[in-house]
C-alpha cells in the first residue's frame, strides 16, 4: 500500500475533531477530492454490476442472518490492494487514524470498511455499530459517494444522540460523517435513488 498521502486528495479540519469530542458526532464536506469520490463510486457500481456486492447481514457469528426488513443495503468489503482508488481512500483514512489517536488517545489500530448500496426504498433500521460480544469498533466513519444528490431524494443518516434532538444528514458527495460507535443509535431512510457509501470502522486494541 502506498503510504504518501497526496495532500489533494483529502482535508480534514480541525472543527471535525472538535464537533466529535463536544457532540459524539460530526460531519464535515468536501472531505475526498471530487476526483477521489467519482473514482470510488465507479468502482462501487462497477462492483454492482458485476454481482460483487451481496446482500448485508445483521448480528454476529451463529446469529448472523440477512434481514432485508432490517437491513437493505448490498456491501463488498475493502482489502488494501484491491484498486487504485481503493488504496488512495485507505492512504487517506490511515491519516484520520492517526489524527484521530493524537487528539483524543483513543488506541485505534486498525480500520475496516465496505462499499455499500442501497437501491431505492432500500434502508437500515436504527441500530448501534458495537455488538454485545465485539467493543472494539470505536469510532464508526460513513463517507458518501453521491456527487448530485439532492436533498428531496431522501436517504438521509439519522442519528439518535443520547442527550440532544436527532440529526439527519444528506448523502451529499465527498461529505465526512463520524461518530462514537458505542453511544450513537443511528438509521438509514430509504432514498428514491441509488444511494453509495463507503461504511467504516476505527477498531481500538484489545485489552
Ligand atoms: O450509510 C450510512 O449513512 C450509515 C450506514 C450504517 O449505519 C452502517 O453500515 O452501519
Ligand atoms: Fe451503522
Given at each position: 500500500?502506498p503510504?504518501?498521502l ?33 473514482a ?8 454492482a ?10 448480528g ?52 475496516e ?17 458495537r ?9 464508526s ?12 431524494q ?16 444528506a448523502?451529499m458527495g ?7 460507535s458505542?453511544d ?24
Amino acid at each position: 500500500m502506498p503510504t504518501e498521502l497526496p495532500a489533494s486528495d483529502y482535508g480534514l479540519h480541525q472543527p471535525t475533531l472538535d464537533g466529535l469530542a463536544q457532540h459524539g458526532w460530526s460531519q464535515q464536506n468536501l472531505f475526498l477530492s471530487h476526483d477521489l469520490t467519482l473514482a470510488l463510486a465507479a468502482e462501487c457500481r462497477a462492483g454492482a454490476a458485476a454481482g460483487a456486492l451481496a446482500l448485508a447481514a445483521v448480528g454476529r457469528g451463529t446469529a448472523q442472518a440477512v434481514r432485508g426488513d432490517i437491513r437493505g443495503d448490498r456491501i463488498l468489503w475493502l482489502e488494501a490492494g484491491q484498486s487504485a482508488a481503493c488504496d488512495r481512500y485507505l492512504v487517506v483514512m490511515e491519516a484520520l487514524r492517526l489524527a484521530l489517536n493524537r487528539e483524543f488517545f483513543l488506541g485505534l489500530d486498525s480500520y475496516e470498511s465496505h462499499y455499500a448500496l442501497y437501491t431505492p426504498g432500500a434502508a437500515y433500521g436504527k441500530h448501534l455499530d458495537r455488538f454485545r460480544d465485539d467493543d472494539l469498533r470505536t469510532v464508526s466513519v460513513v463517507i458518501y459517494l453521491n456527487p448530485d444528490w439532492q436533498l428531496e431524494q431522501g436517504g438521509a443518516l439519522r442519528l439518535h444522540p443520547l442527550d440532544a434532538p436527532s440529526s439527519d444528514i444528506a448523502p451529499m458527495g465527498s461529505r465526512l460523517v463520524l461518530f462514537l460507535s458505542a453511544d450513537m443509535p443511528h438509521e438509514v431512510l430509504p432514498a428514491t435513488h441509488d444511494r453509495l457509501s463507503l461504511a467504516g470502522w476505527f477498531r481500538r486494541r484489545p485489552h
